[in-house]
């Protein structure tokens, strides 16, 4: 079955690997800002004198860098092999039969190689995504879809567009790992409430986003070695496996898997500088969205990251999977704006949106999504045909 892809492009792996044999990077190797915070702390493992300090440690990562590693989130090795080698043996099929299960204008099922564009859809750079996908949102009833979708625009978001799985046991892992990843998300959110010593009033505008199932999406990315000739030190060539951008969400949480050959692909903005994110045994990578930057008035970070090409040296063995969740509350949430404390804040897209809704006392989350992803429509009048223009270095590998 995998054999019409593999000659095409020789380097793609598409077997099925055990998590523990993968060339980790330790956790000395986090980078400065970067803290690995342990979430069985967090829910208490340890006591109170620990916690705080974790919750310490929290607050720093979320209102300085954006970004922090978890360890000890309670998701085996076994449930991430499901998810990952199901995926990765559904990519290893031919173009054809993946193409039954492409949804990806609702943002479902397979996406194929290079065909989305980050760059294009924030206006960052040039070229398209350097791998291929797959998605999930969540798995509702009628009802509730019904209950959630207020407006035209709602039911354009695709945020409750039904989902497509290739069969039953590969539906299982992803409806498995959804629910796993959903449930750390929100624990983190709480954690976060209580980090930030956000008001009780506060706190419950938080809990609303928490208690409802969200629209989230988990998406699983494969990343083929890239290309001798694709490299970024190749001259005229772009840098970029996906642009820079900061996510639409509330929480983002990540699973990478290391390059084979030690390169180090995800880079986050910290400071004025992109830093390494390297993929730490036994870790997601977690980074703060746009949508919980707005909630509480600029007073934590929504970090702007990209995925870079490696140079020549290090093409061979440059492979990654990543398997990333984007937290988002339900389209029908009301959102409050979070009282932080005296003097922190300022005036954002949420706070207009907040004071235009005048006696009403809240923004549905579909409001503030629709303005949000108004922004950036714009850059998607640029022509497809723009991102396309390097398509020749990866035909072939
Ligand atoms: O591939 C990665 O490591 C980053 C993915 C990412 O940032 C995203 O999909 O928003
Ligand atoms: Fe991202």
């Not at 055990?18 to 190797?29: I, K, M, R």
């Not at 760059?119 to 009833?141: H, I, N, V, W």
Request: net charge negative; glycine share 8%.
């Amino acid at each position: 079955m995998q054999t019409e892809l593999k000659k095409e492009h020789e380097n793609w792996d598409f077997s099925a690997r055990q998590h523990s044999q993968l060339n980790w990077y330790a956790e000395t190797d986090a980078p400065p800002g970067v803290p690995v915070i342990d979430l069985s702390i967090l829910r208490g493992a340890e006591g109170a004198g620990e916690r705080q300090r974790a919750l310490d440690a929290l607050r720093e990562a979320v209102t300085k860098s954006g970004f922090f590693y978890v360890k000890n989130y309670g998701i085996t090795d076994k449930e991430i092999e499901a998810i990952s080698n199901a995926t990765r043996g559904f990519f290893g099929h031919p173009e054809d039969y993946k193409q039954a299960f492409d949804r990806h204008e609702q943002v479902r099922g397979y996406t194929g190689y290079r065909l989305e564009s980050t760059a294009r859809f924030f206006g960052t750079g040039q070229g398209k995504d350097l791998c291929m996908k797959y998605t999930m949102g969540p798995e509702l009833s009628p009802e509730e879809v019904r209950e959630r979708i207020t407006s035209e625009e709602d039911i354009a978001s695709n945020a409750y567009s039904p989902n497509i799985f290739p069969d039953a046991g590969f539906r299982d892992a992803w409806v498995n790992y959804y629910e796993r990843i959903h449930r750390t998300s929100l624990d983190l959110l709480e954690a976060m409430g209580e980090a930030l010593n956000l008001s009780p009033e506060s706190r419950s505008v938080l809990s609303e986003m928490l208690i409802e199932k969200s629209c989230g999406e988990l998406r699983f990315f494969q990343y083929p070695d890239v290309p001798l000739n694709a490299c970024a030190d190749v001259p005229g060539n772009g840098t970029d496996r996906m642009a820079a951008h900061f996510d639409m969400d509330v929480i983002t949480l990540l699973y990478q898997t290391p390059c084979e050959n030690g390169f180090i692909s995800l880079e986050a903005l910290i400071g004025d500088e992109f830093v390494k994110i390297p993929a730490i045994r036994g870790t997601l990578v977690v980074n703060l969205g746009e949508v919980l930057r707005l909630l509480m008035g600029n007073f934590i970070k929504a970090t702007i990251h990209r995925v870079v090409r490696p140079p020549q040296r290090y093409h061979l063995g440059s492979a990654r999977d990543v398997l990333v969740f984007f937290q988002a509350p339900p389209l029908n949430a009301r959102l409050r704006p979070l009282l932080l404390e005296p003097g922190v804040g300022s005036d954002t897209i949420f706070d207009q949106l907040y004071r235009e809704a005048g006696g009403i006392g809240y923004v549905t989350f579909s409001q503030l999504r629709a303005r949000l992803f108004g922004e950036f429509i714009r850059h998607m009048e640029v022509s497809d045909a723009k991102h396309e223009s390097d398509a020749h270095l990866f035909s072939k590998q």
